[in-house]
Every structure is written in structure tokens, then in C-alpha cells.
């Protein structure tokens, strides 16, 4: 068996507090025969030190046991679920210091109640294998959650990207590719090749890959929009400005391998959007937006068209103001793909900081409600480029190739009100698909007291579930359905069933 020191560490630590427990001898009993500190011993045993041999010889006499007994990989049935756990990828990599849980209290209680933990172990296996779960599902399950516990707003990060523009004497939208590329070729040795991947077609979707090397080369793909080449560079930036080591080499990670790797890909991408859409001048630009009576696709599409970004960027980077500054925090921000040719559409990003219940990977085996405005705008949008569409009505607006709306989004099943803002465009890199982005607000007190337009006639009050699986409206109340309700149904099914099993035990008591 091959393992890392940590997991000898914790071994050799559980198997001396077993062997110690077992004789009935406390921490003093065992320094004191070994001629080692207390300290020293409790930090062996929680996994933390690992003894020379010398020492090591000393502490399995003290036990009365051999030298080999004590530092063997080997362990009872018993302490089986300790292998177990430290042979998983998942337990390996899992940040569960974020969390407040070391791992020697967490292999602490597995030897404390073994049977049980065995169980759960066992389970947790099943339902890897069976929902063929990988590592990276929990790595990135956990990033959002680390966003979550910090409203996705990083100080830090924020004032690295400041200093940055402060350096170069930049405002919003004055930061270009070419700035990047000198900054990262003078400062970092890193030369930017803008590079054409299409003897590549299983890369062709990357907007960068990164060659390592004494004179690192970072090749952009060249099918880029001018702001998503600026937007990589930013981020290249981003990993040296920050002192971030354990990354990716492409844009998109073929391979998520840690959470340091996870969280620093995500920080250099959070300092590119801080980059390319500076804090203070964004903030001014939506205060003085939400202060409007009335909603305007258009007057939100100005504001973007600011910034030099793509409609994700941008509304990503409010998803990080808008907890912070304005006190809106129960957000969503979604992203849909859709190619028309094919009718496919996939819900390709999420971000969850709301109550709702919203599941990602629901497809092929459920459809997403097409009531939802990122679903419906896209629909719109394809049509428009197909030069066959309807004229744009009260809440939508139109700049160039990027389309928006808005909507008031009722959850049934959630029971939540959200004001939902989409931005549509073709995507760059992949001829025939286009892209929505939706960021949902829940409409509480504070967004009616920061938002005016909350409650503008002209925006689409829809009624919205999660998808037409799990959507009891009937086919009068909704021609949009993709599929029959049937997990509605079977969920009022059971529920006919319990009121009627409670009738039938009171009538015969």
C-alpha cells in the first residue's frame, strides 16, 4: 500500500491511541515510560508528528508491543475504515478545514464508533459509484460554498486589483489587451501568442492554454472577442499578482487535482473581473440605475457596453458587489447554452446564493422550465438571428448581438418572488450556440427599498418551477411544457396516500 506521509502520520497516531487505551494508560503514563513530553505524544496521536525510529522504538516498548506491530500499515477490522477513508481522493483532497473539521477529529470518530462509520463509508462509495460522482464534483461543490460563506466578495483580491489599476492610472474600460500583454511580458517573462487552435479540434473551446518553462508562453486563442482576450490576460495576471502556484494550464481545467488548484483558478479569475470591471465606478453606475422608476433593457446594456465585457463577466462581477453593496444577498446567477440547429440546451454554470432549490445536472432525464427568462430570451434571440423574429417587447432591449430582458420570477414549490435580468449573445468559439446569463434577486425588503423599478407593470410577472417534471400547472396554464409532470404526479400521489392511510387508522381505532 502506497501512502503519503499525512496518512502515515494519522496511522501511526490512531493505532497509538488504540494500544494505549487498550492497557487503560493515560498520555502522562505513556511519556513517562517513552521519556517524551505530553505534548509531544498528544501531537503524535493526532496525527500531526511522526516520530524517528529511535523514538518510535521507545514508545512500543512503553506499549508492550513489537516495533513492527506498531508502525505497520496494517491495521484490524476494527480501524478498516481508516484505510478506507485516507485511500479516497475525496477525503484526500475535501477542504474540510474550511469548515472547522481537521482531519484527526474526523478519523477520531471513525475509531470511535467503527461500525457505524463503516457504514457510512460504504455508502458514501455506493452513491459515488452509482451517480458516477467525481472529485472534482465535491472540489467545485465546495468552492461555491466557500463563496457562499464569504457573499463572493474577497477583499483582498478587490485590493490587488486596485493597486493594479492604480499602477497603470486606468478607469473603467481603459484596460486593453495590449496593456496586459506588456505588463506580463515585462514583469513576469510571460510572452503572449495569440494562436489559432483549430489543428486542435478537441481544444478549440480553451481560450488559453499556458506552456510552463524558465520563459513561460501563454497562447491565446485567436477567435476570442477583444474583451475575452483581454479578460485571459487578466487573468494570467491574476495567478502572479496574487502569488498563486497550484493552477491549471488551460482556461478551463481539464483536471481539477486539489482545492488549491480550484480556489486559486478561481481567485485569478475574480482579479480579471475586477480587472476589467473596476469596483467603485460600477457601484456608482448601480446605484444611480436602481434609483429609475422604470426598468430599461436598454439603459442595463449601456451600462454594460461600459465595460468592455462579456454579458457573463459582467453580470458575474455583480454577483460580487451586489451582496456587499447594496445588501442584496440571495442571488443565482445561471448560464444556459443553447444550439438551435439541434434544439439542445444545457444549464452549463451555476451559482446558488439564495434559498432556492435549484439542481444543476438535471438533463437529459429532466427539462428545465421554459418559462424561465434565460430559456425563453435564447429561444427569442435565435429567432432574431435567424432574421425571423418578433418584435422586442416593453422589457427587452437589444445592442449589437447581445439581447436583454427582465422578469418577476414566482417559484411555487420555493414559494419565493426573484427579479430575474438575462443577457443573451452567439457564442464565440462555437459557431451555431448562444449563451444566456441570468442573475435572479430575491425581492425582499431591501431589494424594494434599493431597487425602484421592483415592481414596473412592464416587467412579466411568470409563474416558474424548477422544472416540468416537478410543475403541477396543466397544459391550459402553460404551452411551453417539454414534458409531462410526472414527478408532480408522483409526489401528489404519496401524499393522497399518507392523508388516506391517516383517515383509515382513525376510522378503525
Same mark, same amino acid.
Given at each position: 500500500?502506497?501512502?503519503?506521509?499525512?496518512?502515515? #502520520?494519522?496511522?501511526? &497516531?490512531?493505532?497509538?491511541?488504540?494500544?494505549?487505551?487498550?492497557?487503560?494508560?493515560?498520555?502522562?503514563?505513556?511519556?513517562?515510560?517513552?521519556?517524551?513530553?505530553?505534548?509531544?505524544?498528544?501531537?503524535?496521536?493526532?496525527?500531526?508528528?511522526?516520530?524517528?525510529?529511535?523514538?518510535? *522504538?521507545? %514508545?512500543?516498548?512503553?506499549?508492550?508491543?513489537?516495533?513492527?506491530?506498531?508502525?505497520?500499515?496494517?491495521?484490524?477490522?476494527?480501524?478498516?475504515?481508516?484505510?478506507?477513508?485516507?485511500?479516497?481522493?475525496?477525503?484526500?483532497?475535501?477542504?474540510?478545514?474550511?469548515? &472547522?473539521?481537521?482531519?484527526? =477529529?474526523?478519523?477520531?470518530?471513525?475509531?470511535?464508533?467503527?461500525?457505524?462509520?463503516?457504514?457510512?463509508?460504504?455508502?458514501? %462509495?455506493?452513491?459515488?459509484?452509482?451517480?458516477?460522482?467525481?472529485?472534482?464534483?465535491? %472540489?467545485?461543490?465546495?468552492?461555491?460554498?466557500?463563496?457562499?460563506?464569504?457573499?463572493?466578495?474577497?477583499?483582498?483580491?478587490?485590493?490587488?486589483?486596485?493597486?493594479?489599476?492604480?499602477?497603470?492610472?486606468?478607469?473603467?474600460?481603459?484596460?486593453?489587451?495590449?496593456?496586459?500583454?506588456? @505588463?506580463?511580458?515585462?514583469? +513576469?517573462?510571460?510572452?503572449?501568442? +495569440?494562436?489559432?487552435?483549430?489543428?486542435?479540434?478537441?481544444?478549440?473551446?480553451?481560450?488559453?492554454? =499556458?506552456?510552463?518553462? =524558465?520563459?513561460?508562453?501563454?497562447?491565446?486563442?485567436?477567435?476570442?472577442?477583444?474583451?475575452?482576450?483581454?479578460?485571459?490576460?487578466? #487573468?494570467?495576471?491574476? +495567478?502572479?499578482?496574487?502569488?498563486?502556484?497550484? =493552477?491549471?494550464?488551460?482556461?478551463?481545467?481539464?483536471?481539477?487535482?486539489?482545492?488549491?488548484?480550484?480556489?486559486?483558478?478561481?481567485?485569478?479569475?475574480?482579479?480579471? &473581473?475586477?480587472?476589467?470591471?473596476?469596483?467603485?465606478?460600477?457601484?456608482?453606475?448601480?446605484?444611480?440605475?436602481?434609483?429609475?422608476?422604470?426598468?430599461?433593457?436598454?439603459?442595463? *446594456?449601456?451600462?454594460?457596453?461600459?465595460?468592455?465585457?462579456?454579458?457573463?463577466?459582467?453580470?458575474?462581477?455583480?454577483?460580487?458587489?451586489?451582496?456587499?453593496?447594496?445588501? $442584496?444577498?440571495?442571488?443565482?446567477?445561471?448560464?444556459?447554452?443553447?444550439?438551435?440547429?439541434?434544439? *439542445?440546451? @444545457?444549464?452549463?454554470?451555476?451559482?446558488?446564493?439564495?434559498?432556492?432549490?435549484?439542481?444543476?445536472?438535471?438533463?437529459?432525464?429532466?427539462? +428545465?422550465?421554459? @418559462?424561465?427568462? &434565460?430559456?425563453?430570451? $435564447?429561444?427569442?434571440?435565435?429567432?432574431?438571428?435567424?432574421?425571423?423574429?418578433?418584435?422586442?417587447?416593453?422589457?427587452?432591449?437589444?445592442?449589437?448581438?447581445?439581447?436583454?430582458?427582465?422578469?418577476?420570477?414566482?417559484?411555487?414549490?420555493?414559494?419565493?418572488?426573484?427579479?430575474?435580468?438575462? *443577457?443573451?449573445?452567439?457564442?464565440?468559439?462555437?459557431?451555431?450556440?448562444?449563451?444566456?446569463?441570468?442573475?435572479?434577486?430575491?425581492?425582499? @425588503?431591501?431589494?424594494?427599498?434599493?431597487?425602484?423599478?421592483?415592481?414596473?407593470?412592464?416587467?412579466?410577472?411568470?409563474?416558474?418551477?424548477?422544472?416540468?417534471?416537478?410543475?403541477? $400547472?396543466?397544459?391550459?396554464?402553460?404551452?411551453? #411544457?417539454?414534458?409531462?409532470?410526472?414527478?408532480?404526479?408522483?409526489?401528489?400521489?404519496?401524499?393522497?396516500?399518507?392523508?388516506?392511510?391517516?383517515?383509515?387508522?382513525?376510522?378503525?381505532?
Amino acid at each position: 500500500m502506497h501512502m503519503d506521509p499525512s496518512s502515515l #502520520r494519522y496511522i501511526l &497516531g490512531l493505532k497509538l491511541r488504540k494500544f494505549r487505551q487498550k492497557k487503560d494508560l493515560g498520555l502522562k503514563d505513556i511519556a513517562a515510560r517513552a521519556d517524551l513530553s505530553i505534548s509531544y505524544l498528544s501531537e503524535i496521536e493526532k496525527g500531526r508528528k511522526y516520530p524517528k525510529p529511535v523514538k518510535l *522504538l521507545a %514508545l512500543a516498548q512503553a506499549l508492550g508491543v513489537s516495533f513492527d506491530e506498531l508502525v505497520s500499515l496494517k491495521v484490524d477490522d476494527e480501524l478498516g475504515p481508516i484505510t478506507d477513508i485516507l485511500d479516497s481522493p475525496f477525503i484526500r483532497e475535501f477542504p474540510f478545514h474550511l469548515y &472547522g473539521i481537521e482531519m484527526e =477529529r474526523l478519523l477520531q470518530l471513525v475509531t470511535e464508533a467503527p461500525s457505524k462509520a463503516t457504514a457510512l463509508i460504504r455508502t458514501a %462509495l455506493e452513491i459515488n459509484h452509482t451517480y458516477d460522482i467525481q472529485v472534482e464534483h465535491f %472540489l467545485f461543490a465546495a468552492l461555491r460554498s466557500y463563496q457562499h460563506m464569504h457573499q463572493n466578495y474577497f477583499a483582498d483580491i478587490e485590493r490587488a486589483a486596485t493597486k493594479f489599476l492604480d499602477g497603470h492610472r486606468t478607469t473603467y474600460g481603459e484596460v486593453s489587451a495590449e496593456t496586459l500583454k506588456a @505588463r506580463l511580458a515585462d514583469e +513576469y517573462g510571460t510572452r503572449v501568442v +495569440y494562436k489559432s487552435f483549430e489543428h486542435f479540434p478537441a481544444l478549440q473551446t480553451l481560450r488559453s492554454v =499556458r506552456i510552463p518553462g =524558465r520563459k513561460p508562453k501563454l497562447l491565446v486563442n485567436d477567435r476570442l472577442l477583444a474583451s475575452q482576450k483581454a479578460f485571459s490576460l487578466a #487573468r494570467e495576471l491574476g +495567478y502572479s499578482c496574487l502569488g498563486l502556484k497550484d =493552477r491549471s494550464s488551460t482556461s478551463s481545467p481539464l483536471k481539477v487535482e486539489s482545492f488549491d488548484q480550484a480556489i486559486n483558478d478561481f481567485s485569478a479569475a475574480y482579479f480579471a &473581473g475586477a480587472v476589467m470591471i473596476p469596483r467603485d465606478p460600477l457601484v456608482a453606475h448601480l446605484e444611480a440605475f436602481f434609483k429609475r422608476p422604470k426598468w430599461s433593457a436598454n439603459d442595463l *446594456l449601456a451600462i454594460a457596453s461600459d465595460y468592455r465585457s462579456t454579458p457573463e463577466t459582467f453580470f458575474y462581477r455583480l454577483s460580487q458587489l451586489l451582496p456587499k453593496f447594496f445588501g $442584496l444577498e440571495q442571488l443565482t446567477f445561471l448560464r444556459f447554452t443553447h444550439e438551435p440547429a439541434t434544439a *439542445l440546451l @444545457r444549464l452549463s454554470k451555476i451559482l446558488n446564493m439564495s434559498q432556492l432549490p435549484i439542481f444543476h445536472g438535471l438533463e437529459p432525464d429532466e427539462h +428545465y422550465c421554459r @418559462r424561465w427568462t &434565460g430559456i425563453r430570451l $435564447l429561444e427569442t434571440f435565435a429567432a432574431h438571428q435567424a432574421g425571423e423574429g418578433r418584435p422586442l417587447s416593453k422589457e427587452e432591449g437589444s445592442a449589437g448581438d447581445v439581447m436583454a430582458t427582465a422578469q418577476r420570477a414566482m417559484f411555487q414549490a420555493a414559494d419565493m418572488d426573484f427579479f430575474v435580468i438575462t *443577457l443573451t449573445r452567439p457564442l464565440a468559439l462555437v459557431a451555431g450556440k448562444h449563451s444566456s446569463v441570468s442573475l435572479g434577486i430575491l425581492i425582499d @425588503r431591501t431589494f424594494k427599498r434599493r431597487v425602484r423599478f421592483w415592481n414596473d407593470p412592464a416587467v412579466q410577472q411568470v409563474e416558474v418551477n424548477l422544472t416540468c417534471e416537478r410543475c403541477g $400547472l396543466s397544459d391550459d396554464e402553460c404551452d411551453l #411544457r417539454a414534458a409531462p409532470p410526472t414527478l408532480f404526479r408522483a409526489t401528489e400521489t404519496r401524499r393522497q396516500q399518507e392523508e388516506q392511510l391517516a383517515e383509515l387508522m382513525a376510522e378503525d381505532r
